[in-house]
């Protein structure tokens, strides 16, 4: 159990280099051992490309060791045919005979799939080995096929005594530093899309990119009921896409993304957009960043509830508190 444990280990560590690439299809690791020794190892590297197993089986340099091997993969091995051939007939015709997964994989088209065939065609599988740790390694993904919604990110920076925003609104308060800016840029390149209301594209005028970080911007979104929105925001810039709801609810926005295969959504709006997320359970992860100042009054902040903090950084005198909302 403990070699078990190892090898999974280095599944997940592989499937993490293929963060930037292997989105919207999960990240993905793969070993072969024979004799207590690693022969081959593979990762998804980019979406439409050869997945974890069929890299790591055609990394191995002895063929003849394969009839005699356990190949490890943090998800269940595909049994369909998409971009590419079902990873489980590759396994079966390589004739490795024992597999051991992380954990099973909720699309539909696998679902489970994968291990039957596997186990139909003779091959010893072994399901749940560090489950946990693979789940949280695509809990993007998951959320997507489970929930049929993305991934809700809130985010959002404060004052030292709980306020997003100054009563003036000619004079905006910073409360994030370069530093914290770049790690909120990082994040946008890992989403999909980013939302924010109305007031925040008139008084923010935001671009919404990832200017301080390399990768891809994010969708932009935004909700104008009342057309108040101006043609020379940065939003509407063409830069970047962009889709604007008009009558649409937050349901009805989660859907259209869910239709569209937008599996991560960070929501940056103002209070009053952040909190009817929050009161409608509608999120999963929030990120609070405080600075070392006090306004005494203006806007105040957003009030999570069934949070659970997963962790606090520091970075000089601001914090970054990342919660996860708890399953009720």
Request: net charge positive.
């Amino acid at each position: 159990m403990i070699h078990e444990l190892k090898y999974m280990h280095r599944c997940i560590q592989l499937a993490k280099c293929g963060e930037a690439g292997a989105p919207p299809n999960p990240m993905v690791g793969a070993v072969v051992v024979c004799d207590g020794r690693i022969i081959g190892e593979g990762y998804h590297r980019r979406c439409g490309g050869p997945h974890a197993e069929v890299n790591a089986i055609n990394s191995v340099k002895d063929r003849r060791l394969l009839s005699r091997s356990t190949i490890y993969v943090s998800l269940e091995p595909c049994a369909h045919y998409g971009k590419t051939p079902p990873c489980a007939d590759l396994i079966i015709k390589s004739g490795i005979p024992r597999v051991v997964i992380g954990c099973a994989d909720p699309f539909a088209k696998v679902n489970g799939l994968g291990i039957k065939k596997l186990r139909d065609a003779g091959c010893e599988v072994k399901v749940g080995v560090l489950e946990s740790e693979c789940l949280e390694l695509n809990h993007r993904f998951f959320t997507f096929h489970k929930k049929r919604r993305p991934w809700i990110t809130l985010k959002w920076a404060q004052s030292k005594d709980g306020f997003i925003g100054a009563c003036d609104t000619a004079n905006r308060v910073q409360f994030s530093n370069a530093f914290t800016q770049t790690i909120v840029h990082r994040l946008r390149a890992k989403s999909s899309a980013i939302l924010v209301g109305t007031r925040t594209a008139i008084l923010d005028n935001p671009s919404l990119t990832t200017r301080y970080w390399t990768g891809a911007n994010p969708l932009r979104l935004t909700i104008d009921r009342k057309g108040c929105l101006l043609e020379n925001l940065r939003l509407l810039d063409g830069s970047t896409p962009t889709i604007v709801y008009t009558q649409e609810s937050i349901e009805e926005i989660l859907n259209d993304l869910h239709n569209r295969n937008i599996q991560s959504l960070i929501v940056e709006g103002g209070a009053c957009l952040l909190q009817s997320f929050i009161d409608a359970g509608l999120w999963d992860e929030a990120r609070i960043e405080t600075a070392p100042v006090f306004i005494k009054q203006g806007t105040i902040a957003p009030k999570l509830s069934h949070e659970e903090l997963k962790c606090q950084q520091n970075f000089g005198k601001h914090s970054i508190c990342i919660y996860r909302r708890q399953n009720i």
